[in-house]
């Protein structure tokens, strides 16, 4: 069985995409299981977030509750207010007199007009269906790949190729697990790989400017505080740059959400344990990253809509 970001215990997704008509766009939401810590680090030159200041190891709330990744750059942000929504409803969130505030972080990838129309970006109410889907999806369920929820409108390479949605998952001999999934719209290539004949992933990359992003959440079953979870997101952004040329770069919104669930500790047993079990932990954050990354480029199918064709990465 293919590895996936589901085999934490505990962490499902949901997509929900629109295709045709002028649309090329859908949300991906990632939903951990409630008292999950996160935090999150941003590395490219050009993010669309929200909520993200909420991560940050010295704020109030150290859990989260869902994590939203969108096509619809920053229109599609309000995706976030349609998950956050479906987890009041459900009673998540950060108790405060007369209920509770949902911890909804998000971030979105550029891919306006893909389709055809401009204005066809995801709005709140697939925010919420992409968060429901989540939750009806039950332990350890398959992921979908490649053209699929904020995947669906991604491209590589300046628009060269499709990209799209992979996952990926490292588990540790010592029980713990890290899983990443990744939305591929970056202005990069695969590192070590062709984007045509005779014409390498590292060249000079012609053409207009593009807007470009790859989103990741990293996931795992580890106990960590916002601390660590901050510094495994760090590390995680190594896996991007393993596996695009050029990557975190001024056009690029790279954006790392690390979560952990708590369910496996650490070995802490002295000083120079804890640091082994965190940088073997973060080094799998990493490798799982890369593997994520390039997952999401092979399961990308090409389409044509009205802006043009956009071909596989590898059927040309």
């Not at 976030?80 to 990838?109: D, L, M, S």
């Not at 590589?156 to 899983?179: C, H, M, P, W």
Request: charged share 15%.
């Amino acid at each position: 069985m293919t590895s996936k970001i589901t085999d934490v215990p505990g962490i499902r997704v949901g997509h929900v995409q629109r295709t045709g008509d002028g649309w090329l766009s859908g949300v991906t939401v990632v939903l951990p299981p409630p008292g999950t810590v996160g935090s999150v680090d941003v590395r490219g030159g050009g993010p669309g977030t929200h909520e993200t200041d909420a991560l940050d190891p010295t704020t109030l709330v150290p859990t989260v509750d869902a994590v939203v990744l969108t096509g619809g750059s920053a229109f599609g942000l309000v995706t976030a207010h349609g998950a956050q929504r479906w987890c009041e409803e459900q009673g998540r969130g950060f108790a405060v007199p007369g209920g509770v505030v949902p911890i909804v972080p998000a971030a979105a990838i550029f891919d306006l007009g893909r389709g055809g129309d401009f204005a066809a970006r995801p709005d709140e109410a697939m925010g919420y269906v992409a968060a429901g889907a989540a939750a009806a999806s039950g332990e350890h369920a398959d992921v979908g790949r490649g053209n699929v929820g904020a995947g669906t409108g991604a491209v590589i390479g300046r628009g060269a190729f499709k990209g799209g949605v992979g996952t990926s998952s490292v588990t540790l001999d010592s029980g713990v697990v890290v899983g990443a999934l990744a939305v591929v719209n970056a202005l990069g290539m695969p590192i070590g790989a062709s984007s045509g004949p005779g014409e390498p992933a590292n060249s000079e990359l012609a053409g207009p400017p593009a807007l470009n992003t790859t989103l990741v959440v990293v996931a795992t079953n580890a106990v960590l505080d916002p601390a660590e979870c901050k510094r495994t997101a760090s590390a995680a952004h190594a896996g991007l740059a393993r596996a695009l040329s050029p990557s975190h770069t001024l056009a690029d919104g790279d954006t790392v959400f690390a979560l952990a669930t708590g369910a496996v500790a650490l070995d802490r047993s002295s000083e120079q344990a804890r640091q082994v079990s965190l940088i073997t932990l973060q080094s799998a954050a990493a490798d799982a990253v890369r593997l994520a990354v390039l997952d999401g480029v092979a399961a990308a199918e090409s389409i044509t809509t009205a802006a043009g064709t956009f071909p596989a990465y590898g059927a040309v």
